[in-house]
């Protein structure tokens, strides 16, 4: 298996992108990994490895690029020949913390839509309190959304949960303002009597609040609301972690308080840190197409490749394929 990696993509490339990966070559026997970046900035992170190759590149996509004109002008971008390596068959997937809108244009033009998929979806899989964590998509690769496509993001969901996150029979619920099968607008509506008919494990509605409950273990929404519910929950989790933070540190009892309760703080935020369950998938593609976190760190990007190999074992894209066959008969 052979994956390839934007070394340059992240607020801390290569540094953390190069550590995740030998992380990760230490860990899988099986795993090849192609490198795509400024060799001179890669090369004082690397150990040797028969099973690194590296492509050497000066060209960068940066955040502040405008995504398609970026991969069309920008033909020798790290992130643009990592897509052709999955593209023209010398890798199976391909990860990069880089910009967004750029991966998700250098997955859709180069390495191409499943035939049968409207929209591809992007989706990560954020924590609860139980610690099993729930997929939410699509959290912005469309802002707009059919009935249709919401179908397919269910199924894509399902499909992912159970080849890689070994979940049997997934719980897919439909992101909405209430509970009652005619609640919302006219899209949730609609989906709503889709998924119902469906062979999905469809338990109906569900509101925001009840995300981090485990209510479900697929969450369906349009691109717009995902983007929005996704940065509520990274808002809140780091407005309460700094607000505990301060309340520990405002006096000598409280500071004696944290001291004692210092390794259960750090356990609870490990349990709501989100980079644990891997990166963002960009779900419809050929291949597996993963958006790494832009402040991952070396453990935040082991966890990528770990659920980029998984997505390759688990035939993901395949199975996603075959899905979309069924749902148009």
Known sequence: MNIAIDAMGGDHAPEAVIKGTLKA????????????????????????????????TEEVISGEDEPVRAVRRKK???????????????????ISAGNTGALMASGL?????????????????????????????????NADAKPSHLL???????????????????????????????????????????LSDAKLNFIGNIEARELMNGVCDVAVTDGFTGNMV???????????FKMVKEVLMSNFKTKMAAAVI??????????MDYSEYGGASLFGLKAPVVKAHGSSD????????RQTRDMVMGEVPLKIAEAVKDISK
């Open 25 to 56: 070559i230490e860990n899988f026997p099986d795993l090849h990994i192609t490198l795509i970046g400024n060799e001179k900035k890669i090369k004082p992170y690397l150990s040797s490895s028969d099973r690194i190759h590296m492509i050497h």
């Open 76 to 94: 020798d971008a790290s992130m643009v020949l990592m897509a052709k390596e999955v593209a023209e068959g010398r890798c199976n997937a391909c």
């Open 298 to 305: 070396e453990l935040a990007f082991f966890h990528a490749i």
């Open 152 to 194: 397919q993001y269910a199924y894509m969901g399902a499909i992912y949960n159970e080849k890689v996150r070994g979940i049997k029979n997934p719980r897919v619920g439909l992101l909405n303002i209430g509970t009652e099968s005619k609640k919302g607008n006219e899209l949730t509506r609609q989906a709503y009597e889709l």
């Open 109 to 141: 033009f180069i390495v191409g839509r499943i035939d049968g998929i409207e929209r591809p979806a992007l989706a990560p899989t954020l924590p609860t309190i139980d610690g099993k964590g729930f997929l939410l998509l699509d959290v912005g690769a």
């Open 262 to 271: 210092k390794s259960d703080l750090g356990k609870l935020k490990s349990k």
């Open 230 to 240: 996704l940065k509520t929950i990274e808002g809140t989790a780091s407005s309460v």
